[in-house]
């Protein structure tokens, strides 16, 4: 009796994928979906496409694609249009952004069987997902063991330890720096003086630490340098 319903199971499985299959054929449209905060970007002859990352507090975003279509050029005057379907086009962008950080890499986009994404599809996505980045983690970690330098840790595996809740010695958040409005050098956040040029990026912190004269000493006539930043510290 059990093997029975297993059995219809099975079918009525299999009937439901070969009618999404069927839906995705002949739909005008094909949708993909991002379960990452990472947007992507690719580049193709009929069109660019952008795939943005998921909003804080969403599971996912999701990019509908339309079809679109390509132009042979035989050189000789002539062409050919080729239409290309939504699926075609979606199939090779989620190929593209997942192959792009190596071997059996996945980073998260997939195309859907409809026009939102299956629980099962979900599951599914964050699993190969996760497997991925634990796989990026502990290639990090033999490399630190052989290296220790930031030198080789790149940004996907520094993803990886983020998205995971790794505080690994070798994760540094790349984008905890900003910008000097002076000379533009990345400088920590919180720099009182930029080291580069010497502007002045927290006066009150500045005033502080003694690399910087009040207005008080100014007027009491305290030479002051050009840069108004004590020079002795510099050698």
Known sequence: MSSERTTQGDGSNHADRFAQAIHAERSPHAVIANITEQSYMAHRTYGT?????????????????????????????????LPITAREIAEDLCREVNSDAGENSFLGVFVCAGNDPTEEELRGARSRLEDFYRALVAAADREWERSHSFLFIHD????????????????????????????GERVKPGV??????????????????????????????????????KQGTRK
């Open 49 to 81: 496409f952008q795939i943005p990352g998921r909003a804080d507090g969403e599971e996912y975003s999701l990019t509908r694609v339309t079809p679109r279509t390509a132009v042979m050029d035989y050189g000789d005057k002539r062409t050919l249009p």
């Open 156 to 183: 996907v595996q520094r993803r990886a330890a983020g998205h995971l809740g790794l505080r690994k010695e070798w994760y540094y958040q790349s984008r905890e720096t900003e910008e000097c409005p002076g000379c």
């Open 192 to 229: 009182a003086v930029c080291k580069t040029c010497h502007a002045v990026l927290d006066r009150g912190k500045a005033l502080a630490l003694g690399l910087l004269q009040s207005t008080a000493q100014l007027v009491a006539g305290t030479p002051v340098e050009a840069a108004s930043v």
